[in-house]
């Protein structure tokens, strides 16, 4: 199994905090698929079985910059559903204009799920799962897990639910 993951979000969500943590040994991609000349490839991260490729979107950086048109707007949709999965970042408990810029570029016929990072910073359990309720009506994530980028928790459990999108 070899796919292609996309890690987007806002500015400061934590997005290659998450990436460097995710990204065990850095080793040349084996795979041929058609995605490897699409996609900036940042990491890959190898199983026995299974290699996640990490990649960045083309133009997203420049996306939060402003320089937004509809062209830069289609190349990033374009990059966003030519991948296998794309996990959408989101600070827990901070939910902003900037970050529904970004989803609303998100795709509609690949599995997007949601990760909430910086969970160290969310204590009150009650006010996460009514966050992770607000940030779910916002868009029809595949699947949602709750981590932290920073401390290393829960990256295991979030690649459990990327694997199957392999
Ligand atoms: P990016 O702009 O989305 O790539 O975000 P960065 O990875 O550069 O992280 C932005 C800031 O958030 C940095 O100061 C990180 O140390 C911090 N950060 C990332 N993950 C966590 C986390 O799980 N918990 C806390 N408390 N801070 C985090
Ligand atoms: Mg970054």
Redesign the pocket.
């Known amino acids: 199994r070899c796919g292609f993951v996309a890690i987007v979000?806002r500015?400061?969500?934590?997005?290659?905090?998450?990436m460097n943590h995710l990204i065990g040994q850095k080793i040349s991609i084996t795979s041929k698929k058609a995605q490897t000349t699409r996609h900036r490839v940042n990491g890959i991260y190898t199983e026995p079985n299974a290699q996640f490729v990490f990649v960045d979107t083309p133009g997203f950086q420049t996306y939060h910059k402003g320089a937004l048109n509809e062209a830069l707007n289609n190349s990033v949709k374009d990059s966003l559903a030519n991948v296998d999965c794309v996990l959408f970042?989101l600070e827990a408990m901070r939910l902003s204009a900037a970050d529904r810029e970004v989803i609303a570029l998100l795709p509609k016929k690949t599995p997007v799920i949601l990760v909430l990072?910086?969970?160290?910073?969310a204590k009150d359990r009650l006010l996460l799962s009514a966050f992770i309720e607000e940030a779910r009506a916002e868009f029809p994530f595949t699947d949602v897990e709750v981590?932290?980028?920073?401390?290393g928790q829960r990256l295991g459990e979030l690649l459990d639910k990327v694997r199957p999108h392999l």
């Open positions: 979000g500015p400061n969500v934590g997005k290659s905090t998450l970042v990072n910086k969970l160290d910073k981590v932290s980028a920073k401390h």
